[in-house]
Nanobody, 124 residues
Framework: QVQLVESGGGLVQAGGSLRLFCVAS????????MGWFRQAPGKEREFVAT????????AYADSVKGRFTISRDNAKNTMYLQMNSLKPEDTAIYYC?????????????????WGQGTQITVSS
């Protein structure tokens, strides 16, 4: 019943920054741990970052650690991904997802709701 919509994607040069938004409707964002995932052409969908219900705990994939920051504003039913120092290998479709449980090792199947994705293209 929860619907997630990503926005903020686009084309950016290497070294640049983007901020992604994930807005939830049909439910209360604070009831869910949230995650960001990405999928490049021909590759499996991979974990990027996750955040606990209140935002007190976060975890990141090694490939984005120190460059990306996940955050949330439950009052606005919105989750964010601040992406800095972007690299061409960050090019992918980025998805937000919601889970009843929190953990960086959760499988994709443990996420109950997914957004439609937003394209990030980083040029060299």
């Amino acid at each position: 019943q929860v619907q997630l919509v990503e926005s903020g994607g686009g084309l950016v040069q290497a070294g640049g920054s983007l901020r992604l938004f994930c807005v939830a409707s049909g439910g209360t964002l604070g009831n869910y741990a949230m995650g960001w995932f990405r999928q490049a052409p021909g590759k499996e969908r991979e974990f990027v970052a996750t955040i606990s219900w209140s935002g007190s705990s976060t975890a990141y994939a090694d490939s984005v650690k120190g460059r990306f920051t996940i955050s949330r504003d439950n009052a606005k039913n919105t989750m964010y991904l601040q992406m800095n120092s972007l690299k061409p290998e960050d090019t992918a479709i980025y998805y937000c997802a919601a889970s009843r449980r929190y953990g960086p090792t959760l499988s994709l199947a443990e996420y109950d709701y997914w957004g439609q994705g937003t394209q990030i293209t980083v040029s060299s």
